[in-house]
Nanobody, 125 residues
Framework: VQLQASGGGLVQAGDSLRLSCAASGLTFSRYAVGWFRQAPGKERELVAFIARSASSTYYRDSVKGRFTISRDNAKKAAYLQMNDLGPEDTAVYYC???????????????????WGRGTQVTVSS
């Protein structure tokens, strides 16, 4: 099983980025997906979550209205559209997959089955 996050980069405050998470080796549609980030010296935090059927989503307060999580089960991919980025969004971003029954659409804040390697997002002021 592999999860590969991509799309990070160095941008200026107010810019946008779209992160992608490509999955292989698993039945992607059976997994909920979370996007996490970890800034230097800080704990990893859940940024956004999407249920396996996209029936529900979750966003941490600091990104609501700016970030949008989505998925394409046919392409085995999940995305995180990030708009109006600020220096506080600087971090390594990770995607993670958590096997779920269809009816379980609750966000999970740390216990995921698979984790991908991160992609660096740096926002300059």
């Amino acid at each position: 099983v592999q999860l590969q996050a991509s799309g990070g980069g160095l941008v200026q405050a107010g810019d946008s980025l779209r992160l992608s998470c490509a999955a292989s080796g698993l039945t992607f549609s059976r997994y909920a997906v979370g996007w996490f980030r970890q800034a230097p010296g800080k704990e990893r935090e859940l940024v956004a979550f999407i249920a396996r059927s996209a029936s529900s989503t979750y966003y941490r307060d600091s990104v609501k209205g700016r970030f949008t999580i989505s998925r394409d089960n046919a392409k085995k991919a999940a995305y995180l559209q990030m708009n109006d980025l600020g220096p506080e969004d600087t971090a390594v971003y990770y995607c993670a997959a958590d096997h779920r029954i269809l009816s379980d659409d609750r966000p999970s804040f740390g216990d995921y089955d698979y984790w991908g390697r991160g992609t660096q997002v740096t926002v300059s002021s």
